[in-house]
């Protein structure tokens, strides 16, 4: 009888090795919260076209939209845990919709973590017309134009207008928000001079500071971005640890096994070492996290001290989502 039950729990112990040897077995579906064509699906269909390389299946993508992210995250959380299907998200999916929005799942214990892929900071940003030459100018141009000035947010919640929230707690100042659809046309009437300020996505931001349609006046980052050397750190700028990105990463459904995790984990790893990707990654003004920070345990650590750090600020701010 001992025998039996010894031989028993040899073989269910090895049921999930086995199931992690097998996979993937068939197509797997990466689900993008967002609609095509925008700052993370372009890195989705970067990632996917390289993980189905190493993953000897297809990464399907596909877009699952609406409700700030939380129908597509809404869908990967109640999915089986068996790896088919896979969320790729971000600071604003599974950060900040979990103190804005009233959710029917919970953005980390739902989710097992397998891998941060890329981190894009803010930039701070001005109209041409602004006066101020550094960032220690500009604050103090804001603190004496407070009734006037005005920042351009892509939308109730968004990066940019929590890190403009977070600048006014930092530097004691107020000034008003305007909110747009999305940040494209929120850029757009900066450079036209209709807004005095932003606090954009470098990605979105370099071509028009390099154009000279904007002025940059800092990162907010612990390190100059690779794609664009010559903008100071908010360290450097003289608005230290004003730090805040919007990070990307990939998430299974909450019980997936370990070893499903550890097949993703290392076609992401595979993935971001390949000099084709790294180069797409940093001409979209991405940064790749180091080595050391691309494992679930890395991801799980920063994902629970991001929201340590943002949901205080959110929720007294009184910010709530749409």
């Not at 040897?21 to 095509?36: D, E, G, H, M, T």
């Not at 129908?71 to 599974?94: E, F, K, L, N």
């Not at 941060?116 to 220690?136: C, E, G, T």
Request: hydrophobic content about 45%; overall charge positive; charged content about 15%.
């Amino acid at each position: 009888m001992k025998t039996l039950l010894a031989a028993v729990a040899v073989l269910l112990g090895s049921i999930p090795v086995a199931s992690g040897q097998n996979y993937p077995s068939r197509p797997i579906v990466l689900v993008v919260p967002y609609s095509a064509g925008g700052p993370t699906d372009t890195l989705a269909r970067i990632m996917s076209a390289r993980m189905g390389t190493a993953l000897g299946q297809t990464v399907v993508v596909e877009n699952v939209t609406g409700a700030g992210g939380t129908i597509g995250v809404g869908r990967v959380a109640r999915a089986a845990p068996d790896g088919y299907t896979v969320c790729i998200g971000h600071w604003g999916t599974h950060v900040v919709n979990g103190a804005i929005y009233e959710l029917q799942y919970d953005v980390l214990k739902d989710f097992e973590p397998v891998a941060m892929i890329a981190s894009n900071p803010q930039l701070i940003v001005s109209k041409n017309a602004v006066p101020a030459k550094d960032l220690k100018e500009l604050i103090a141009w804001v603190k004496a134009n407070q009734s006037k000035v005005s920042a351009g947010i892509a939308g109730i919640g968004a990066a940019s207008h929590i890190t403009g929230v977070y600048f006014q707690n930092r530097t004691g100042t107020q000034f008003e928000f305007v909110p747009y659809r999305g940040a494209g046309p929120a850029l757009k009437d900066l450079i036209g001079g209709h807004l005095d300020l932003m606090f954009d996505q470098a990605a979105n931001s370099i071509p028009h500071v390099r154009a000279g349609s904007i002025r940059a006046y800092a990162v907010t980052a612990k390190a100059r971005l690779a794609a664009a050397p010559e903008i100071p750190t908010v360290d450097e700028a003289g608005l230290p640890k004003l730090y805040i990105a919007i990070w990307h990463a990939i998430w299974l459904p909450k019980s997936a096994s370990r070893a499903v995790v550890a097949r993703l984990n290392a076609a992401i790893v595979e993935s971001l070492a390949d000099p084709a990707v790294r180069q797409r990654l940093v001409d979209l003004g991405q940064e790749i996290p180091p080595r050391e920070q691309q494992t679930p345990e890395a991801l799980a650590a920063y994902h629970k001290a991001e929201i340590e750090k943002w949901w205080p600020i959110i929720k007294a701010a009184r910010i709530k989502g749409d």
